[in-house]
């Protein structure tokens, strides 16, 4: 080295200054290659490793300069001479040494590969702290900023709020029950999970078809819907929910519940009509949906942003997404018929339905994501996927930069921790069990991502109770994302989760016997001066309700919904049944399901924006649909008596309340114009009130 320095000194520092650092760590960085310090040289750029110490012959800078390799270096000046060359072989093969940077004063980059504990105290990947508190309303009056909550709403604008909140249905008009056991009684109803599937469903980007121009059909991808409903209708602790849906072949292969689960992985978009030089490239798009699925979903991670280089914002480091990647290396989807007696057998499936076996007699067929058995033909070049996984620079196949091994996310694991979660399959089946892995890893409060876990799937509930996240941004908890307006509550909201079993239910009671929620909506100009977001949650803010919600509390108050629940969908808007049941087509969505602000299942949706545009009052004036709903409560109220009766029993079904005195009276002066019963309920079934939960 003592002679490499001096070379350096002598000669190269010279040399490299001249020819090579205005374009590497001068005036620029082309390719990423920065050779002002000896660290960032050794780094390499964007195509890999350039120099190597001791290793002229084999350092692509050297195979440059000789214009042996393309580019020729230097890129923009005659090629170097065979005495400067002889100088710069000569110092590599002597170490490649430096004495100082070449610019001076210039620190190396940082090893983005390398997380420190520094990027450990973002809060979110911190664990959970241990708040002392009795009560939501404790912790939410501690930050209140002097400010204190509104009266409660009355209990008839309660109970249609907790039935709309917890079934996404309107209350029974009769409904006089405590509001601790309605509640009870709402969260033991098939409603609940049908109601909040739904939100489920947006996180995890599903449809019942392959997108891109053909979107072929997956006439078996129901059953993961049915499975999100029974799972929640049955309390299943959130993390077996989360285990199951990243493996639940692994954990149970001969469950159907946990088999169909496995279909949140496979629910993305997938192109059937590929070249055979974009195989590789689409298999990689494949195993990069079910990451960023899954990191957004259930970590509120933007991790797939680290695909073509290390994030630039959170600790990611690309590194680190390709060893998680590599967890779905021989995953794929797949359709099995599943016997009576819980046996599993392949179906030999294509998109093309001419070509599928049929089901097995007494079986049921379903789409699942998993290894081992034949999976669904997508297209005919190449295979299904590849046997091995590797680091991708800028996210190209054609620059591979070694395989890929599991492991997981550094910021929120130990180093050498990975072999901690490493789940060893049985020698008689075919599966890797590296999804199983991730899923412990997942699921780990003490060493893993359990503590953001707990806390992504509380603030998803708030949420939806509220209309507002504890953390707003509640598909990302990184540095791009809000942080939380109420970070010990949404701790101590996330340690009840977990010390009840990961059961949301009681998480659910908890929120909605507070007295926050049950605050009115009233105004205070006070209060929205201090936080016009109004994030310290001093009022309740009325919530427009989702397309589907409004659709079904029509149905619903007209008396025509049909509360058949799972099995194939439809899209036949005139169908009676809820709104889940719709099958979700990607290319022809439910029309009046879009004008209400659905959204596209392309990607993890952790809200959904709120739009006033004129589809909305066209559909409820003008529609087949909304004639029949019209008719169908006129037909409800009719036996009522006179028209303040009809009027009243109206009022009384779809607001939950009386009538005021004007709205009677403008009710009997239009019907007495000449207009129909039907004519009235379909002007009531029009009113804002009906479509907001105040």
Not at 158 to 170: A, F
Request: glycine share 8%; with cysteine; hydrophobic share 35%.
């Amino acid at each position: 080295m003592e002679r490499g320095l001096k070379s350096f000194q002598q000669d190269v520092a010279g040399i490299l200054k001249e020819n090579c650092l205005r374009c590497h760590g001068g005036e620029r960085v082309k390719s990423d290659f920065d050779m002002a310090t000896r660290e960032d040289l050794l780094r390499g750029g964007s195509h890999g490793t350039v120099v190597v110490p001791f290793d002229a012959k084999g350092s692509v800078l050297v195979q440059q300069i000789n214009h042996a390799k393309e580019p020729h270096m230097p890129d923009d000046k005659p090629k170097l001479s065979a005495e400067v060359i002889a100088k710069i072989t000569a110092w590599i093969d002597d170490g490649a040494p430096y004495a100082e940077p070449l610019v001076a004063g210039k620190k190396p980059k940082r090893d983005a590969s390398v997380v420190t504990d520094a990027d450990r105290q973002w809060w979110s990947f911190q664990p959970l702290k241990k708040i002392k508190a009795k009560s939501i309303d404790e912790l939410l009056l501690k930050n209140a900023k002097g400010m204190s909550f509104n009266p409660p709403a009355d209990k008839a604008t309660l109970v249609r709020r907790l039935s709309l909140d917890l079934t996404g249905l309107p209350p029974d008009s009769s409904e006089q029950t405590d509001l601790s056991a309605l509640t009870d009684r709402l969260l033991a109803s098939p409603r609940y999970g049908e109601r909040w599937a739904r939100h489920w469903l947006d996180v995890a980007r599903f449809a019942e078809s392959t997108g891109f121009e053909q979107d072929y059909d997956r006439p078996f991808a129901f059953h993961y819907r049915d499975f999100v409903i029974k799972a929640l209708n049955s309390d299943m602790p959130y993390d077996q929910f989360v285990k199951w849906q990243l493996a639940g072949d692994e954990y149970e292969p001969q469950n159907p519940l946990a088999l169909a689960a496995t279909g949140f992985l496979g629910a993305g978009v997938f192109p059937s009509q590929i070249t055979a030089n974009e195989v590789e490239r689409t298999r990689y798009d494949a195993m990069d949906d079910m990451l960023s699925t899954t990191s957004s979903a259930m970590l509120g991670l933007t991790v797939g942003c680290a695909r073509c280089h290390d994030h630039k914002f959170d600790p990611f480091p690309t590194r680190d997404y390709y060893a998680m990647l590599s967890t779905f290396t021989t995953t794929t989807r797949m359709n099995v018929d599943v016997l009576p007696d819980g046996k599993v057998t392949a179906a030999k499936t294509t998109m093309n339905a001419k070509t599928n076996t049929p089901v097995v007699p007494g079986a049921t067929r379903m789409m699942i994501c998993g290894e081992g058995y034949d999976p669904i033909v997508m297209h005919t070049q190449g295979g299904p996927f590849f046997d091995k996984t590797y680091v991708l620079k800028r996210g190209s196949p054609d620059m591979k930069d070694g395989e890929a091994t599991q492991s997981f996310l550094q910021v929120l694991s130990k180093p050498g921790d990975a072999k901690r979660w490493q789940w060893q399959p049985p020698k008689d089946t075919k599966t890797s069990g590296r999804r199983r892995s991730l899923s412990n890893w997942i699921t780990d409060v003490d060493q893993g991502a359990g503590a953001l876990l707990a806390r992504v799937i509380v603030n998803r509930l708030w949420q939806h109770h509220f209309g507002r996240g504890l953390v707003p941004t509640v598909n990302d908890f990184g540095k791009t994302g809000t942080a939380s307006s109420q970070p010990e509550l949404l701790d101590w909201l996330a340690g009840q989760l977990i010390a009840n079993g990961w059961k949301l239910k009681p998480i659910h009671k908890l929120i909605l016997s507070s007295q926050a929620w049950k605050q009115s909506s009233l105004r205070d100009a006070i209060k929205e001066a201090v936080d016009p977001d109004n994030g310290l949650f001093m009022r309740f803010v009325p919530q427009r309700l989702e397309a589907e919600a409004i659709r079904d509390s029509m149905l619903a108050i007209s008396g025509l919904l049909d509360e058949t629940m799972f099995g194939p969908g439809t899209r036949d808007e005139n169908s009676k049944r809820r709104s889940i049941y719709f099958n979700i087509k990607r290319s022809q969505l439910i029309g009046s399901m879009v004008a209400f602000d659905v959204p596209e299942p392309l990607v993890s949706q952790g809200s959904r924006p709120t739009t006033t545009v004129a589809p909305q009052a066209l559909i409820l004036m003008n529609s087949p649909q909304a004639r029949q709903w019209a008719e169908g409560l006129a037909k409800r109220i009719q036996p009522a008596g006179d028209a303040p009766k009809q009027i009243a029993m109206a009022y009384r079904i779809c607001f939950n309340r009386e009538p005021k005195p004007t709205e009677l009276a403008t009710g009997a002066e239009y019907l007495k114009s000449g207009a129909s019963l039907a004519d009235y309920c379909q002007v009531v079934l029009g009113l804002n009130e009906l479509i907001y939960v105040n």
